[in-house]
């Protein structure tokens, strides 16, 4: 039998105060706040670390659940199920009806969410009926029966001590606010992005200004305005240095038109140590141990300057870096290993190219079947792509056609990277499932699940989250829960996976 619970991980303020309290005492830098504390712990690998951590949860949504159970028609309904059952749920729950009621809940809420033992920046508004939900549906992103309320943000005064310059891996100069440290919703705040030098002059921000700060989000902390009553009668506009303070470089525009200053030289350091720790990421080639601490570690080394020599790095030299145990060494190589049969968007992302992202990366992998064909690519083929402009088609025509980057290729095809896409569609003739909505459901006796949905979008399907009337096919496994009981009610085919694989032409 499958009952899956969904919901959110938290530190409260008690634990989190306590938790720095100790990381104080054995001279440990504290977190910055509770959000980051709780984020950080689940990364971590030591099961019994992420015990230790005051970490709470708030369950409040199904995943798979077996057919035979009787699952309760509402939300309300689904969080008094999970209470009985002995799970910890939202602990403040409205209902209404009406857009006051709604209001008058919101407002409530703001009113009494500082006296909780945990930070909240907002009010997620639901549908209550389960089956109006399945009639809304969901895109891409998020589901339509469904939207988040976030409440003004909190804002602080304070000064503005210095403006710093960050270098992104793109080589993207960011200033930073340097500010005498402020209380904020929860946390400390000592630095705030500026953006870009256009950004500090419609602002007309400068060193030793008293500001106006505010999280974002309840997040990120941002500059809004500046108290010109309180400005200092020396003061003088803010002009950024047109250099690299990593390196030195003279900084450029790519057009004249962009509002963002690039160091121009590849091998900056701090452009090095963002490009291996992108192409690491979870989103990108998802290298378990290849954070921002170990690469900041091998670049210092010396042990790798690109994404390329990553694949000839050694045990011993891995292992011999600071709090790099011989085991975590070997877990991050395995990482390495297993990186080498990703699928080709997640390396074409990984790559750090320009305005390429994601979903950029996974468009030019359904019209490219590998990589060379994508080398090759003139500008035209590239534009002529859903998603692709005329900006992004010049970033990776320009990306593929430089020496050095075409050299990268031939060191990654050197180390065994996959090379193919699996997302490829011919343009020539539709994929067989083209137009098609298909839900997976269950455990298929040899796919795993994402591997399933690889099959599904190359064959030009899209594999959808919940079943509903615009359902084309549903793609069961073993103990498939409540997803095949409602497809079997809605009349809608049910297929096994060699049936899936009889449709996508394997």
Same mark, same amino acid.
């Given at each position: ?9 938290? $530190? ?6 306590? @938790? ?21 712990? @689940? ?95 969901? %895109? ?47 946390? %400390? ?16 921000? /400068? ?21 010109? =009553? ?44 963002? /490009?291996?720790? !992108? ?5 990108? $080639? ?33 292992? +011999? ?6 085991? +975590? ?16 968007? /997640? ?16 468009? @030019? ?27 992004? =088609?010049?970033?990776? !025509? ?22 193919? +896409? ?21 455990? @298929? ?36 829960? +409540?997803?095949?009981?409602? =497809? ?19």
């Amino acid at each position: 039998k499958i009952l899956e619970v969904r919901g959110e991980v938290f $530190m409260s303020k008690a634990g989190f105060a306590k @938790l720095n309290e100790k990381r104080r005492g054995e001279g440990e830098e504290p977190f910055a706040n509770p959000r980051n504390a709780a984020a950080g712990s @689940l990364k971590m690998l030591d099961p019994q670390v992420v015990a230790e951590r005051p970490l709470g949860v708030f369950l409040y949504g199904l995943g798979e659940v077996s057919a035979e159970a009787i699952v309760p028609d509402t939300q309300v309904g689904v969080l008094d199920w999970l209470d009985q059952l002995g799970f910890p749920t939202p602990e403040r729950i409205w209902t209404g009806r009406t857009h006051d009621d709604l209001v008058a809940s919101i407002n409530e809420f703001d009113a009494d969410r500082h006296e909780l033992d945990y930070e909240t920046d907002g009010a997620v508004i639901k549908l209550n009926p389960l089956a109006l939900r399945e009639q809304c549906g969901a %895109t891409a992103k998020a589901p339509r029966w469904a939207i988040a309320y976030k409440y003004a943000a909190e804002q602080a005064e304070t000064v503005l001590n210095a403006i710093t310059v960050q270098v992104g891996r793109t080589g993207a100069l960011t200033p930073v606010a340097e500010l005498e440290p402020v209380f904020i919703a929860g946390s %400390t705040v000592s630095r705030a992005t500026l953006h870009n030098e256009e950004e500090i002059a419609r602002k007309d921000i /400068r060193v030793g200004d008293t500001v106006i700060i505010e999280k974002a989000g309840e997040i990120i902390p941002a500059v809004i305005e500046v108290v010109l =009553a309180k400005r200092p009668d020396e003061s003088e506009p803010f002009e950024l240095e047109k250099k690299c303070p990593e390196c030195g470089t003279a900084a450029s525009k790519s057009t004249e038109d962009d509002v963002v200053w690039r160091c121009a030289n590849p091998d900056c350091p701090a452009q090095v140590r963002g /490009r291996l720790e !992108h192409f690491c990421a979870r989103g990108a $080639m998802d290298i378990e141990g290849g954070g921002e601490v170990l690469v900041k570690q091998i670049v210092a080394r010396g042990l790798a300057y690109d994404v390329g020599e990553l694949y000839r790095l050694k045990l011993e030299e891995v292992a +011999s870096l600071d709090r790099m145990a011989e085991k +975590s060494a070997q877990n991050f190589l395995d990482g390495l290993e297993v990186s080498k049969s990703r699928d080709l968007w /997640r390396l074409v992302f990984g790559l750090g190219i320009l305005h390429v992202g994601a979903g950029v990366a996974k468009a @030019l992998c359904r019209r490219f079947r590998d990589l060379d064909e994508l080398m090759h690519a003139t500008e035209d083929q590239l534009v002529a792509i859903d998603d692709v402009g005329e900006v992004i =088609a010049q970033s990776v !025509h320009r990306w593929f056609g430089d020496p050095d980057n075409r050299q990268l290729i031939g060191v990654l095809r050197k180390a065994g990277l996959n090379f193919e +896409s699996a997302l490829y569609q011919d343009a020539a003739a539709a994929g067989p499932l083209a137009g098609k909505s298909l839900v997976l459901t269950g455990t @298929l006796p040899n796919l795993k699940r994402h591997e399933a949905a690889v099959k599904i979008e190359a064959a030009g399907g899209k594999v959808v989250s919940s079943v509903s009337k615009k359902t084309d096919y549903l793609v069961a496994g073993e103990e498939a829960g +409540s997803k095949l009981a409602k =497809a079997e009610k809605l009349s809608i085919p049910v297929l096994g996976e060699a049936e899936l694989l009889r449709l996508c032409g394997d």
